[in-house]
């Protein structure tokens, strides 16, 4: 690529993003949801624009990962629709990057670092399905189940409270930017398999750092979990809320630490994932990052509406904000 056309598609993304900057700066939602939609576009093109090309045979296993993605995009928009629950990529959270993951093992042979990757990622997957199944999110009737308590506040703010719109939120955001986003920060596992270089301290490192999150998310989903499961009996049972369990919102452990214990972790499975394709490739920076940099993007806006929810809910809310940091530890 020459430096010409570098600074040519520079140019053009600069000023996309000042364009974007001054678009419906009245409205905060609107502008969130844009731009994680328009950082969907920027960062992968941007990154693969500017890495090596794939070889022939890798960029065959990508078409394939693409039309299936697709196909569970479809499948997410079209349930969603005809049930009005709108959790049908939650459901497929957890699955999704397994398939994603054991389609490239298969792909290219079982290598040792696929398989290696491939176990990793089922091990974060089982433990997340186990979370979201005891929560209620899967029946016998796969298109009922849970729903994300956030889908029915977005329902009833304008615009999203139209019908149409929703639906094109739907479409866009829900299903089409989230299983967007689940394949890209799967994408290490592709980019790892370009080399057929030996395993090496860096995957061990990066497996290590994949469960030790893994375990963290465990740890804070299960704090929350008793907390949440207790305090429902105690309202059901007419007993008053005290002590803990007064402000409604567990404050203790892990989360005692961080506002968001559980995805603080889970984007440090994705971000450590990345790495396996570092000690594959050597290089430190390539265009599977975008996907753990999408993530981050992501958590920062989903965080941001589960907070104003929470401070509308519970008095100390905004307190705790004050003396627990959002992700990372000791950062107040």
């Known amino acids: 690529m020459s430096g010409r056309k570098n600074i040519k598609l520079t140019t053009i993304l600069y000023h996309a993003c000042l364009s974007f900057v001054s678009f419906e700066k009245n409205n905060e939602m609107i502008r969130t949801a844009l ?113 994300d308590y956030r889908w029915p506040v977005l329902r009833e703010m304008a615009p999203l409270n139209r019908p149409w719109v929703f639906s094109l939120f739907n479409l866009l955001f829900i299903s089409g930017y989230q299983n967007a986003l689940i394949l890209l920060f799967t994408l290490p ?44 009996r105690r309202i059901k049972a007419g007993i008053p809320l005290e002590g803990k369990y007064e402000k409604g919102f567990v404050a203790e452990g892990l989360w005692s630490v961080v506002r968001h214990p559980n995805y603080m972790a889970e984007q440090s499975v994705w971000i450590s994932f990345y790495f396996f394709s570092v000690a594959a490739s050597g290089n430190w920076l390539n265009w599977s990052v975008s996907g753990a940099l999408l993530l981050v993007i992501l958590f920062k806006g989903s965080s941001d509406f589960s907070e104003n929810i929470s401070a509308g809910k519970y008095p100390d809310y905004k307190e705790y904000q004050q003396k627990v940091p959002r992700f990372i530890p000791f950062t107040k």
Not at 35 to 57: A, G, H, R, S
Not at 114 to 119: C, F, G, P, Q
Not at 135 to 142: A, E, P, V
């Open 35 to 147: 731009l994680l939609l328009f950082t969907l576009v920027v960062i992968p093109v941007f990154t693969y624009y500017f890495d090596d090309p794939l070889q022939p045979e890798i960029q065959s296993v990508l078409t394939g990962l693409f039309y299936i993605a697709g196909a569970i995009a479809v499948y997410c928009f079209v349930v969603g629709e005809l049930t009005k629950n709108y959790s049908q990529v939650d459901k497929l959270w957890s699955i999704s990057p397994l398939i994603y993951a054991w389609y490239i093992a298969h792909s290219v042979g079982y290598t040792e670092r696929s398989v290696l990757m491939a176990v990793v990622v089922s091990l974060w997957g089982a433990r997340l399905t186990y979370n979201f199944a005891r929560r209620g999110g899967y029946s016998w009737k796969f298109w009922t189940g849970e729903e």
């Open 189 to 232: 596992a592709l980019y790892a398999v370009q080399t057929n270089t030996p395993l090496n301290w860096l995957d061990y490192t990066a497996a290590f750092f994949v469960l030790f999150f893994v375990v963290i998310e465990f740890i804070a989903d299960q704090q929350q979990y008793d907390f949440q499961t207790e305090k429902h």
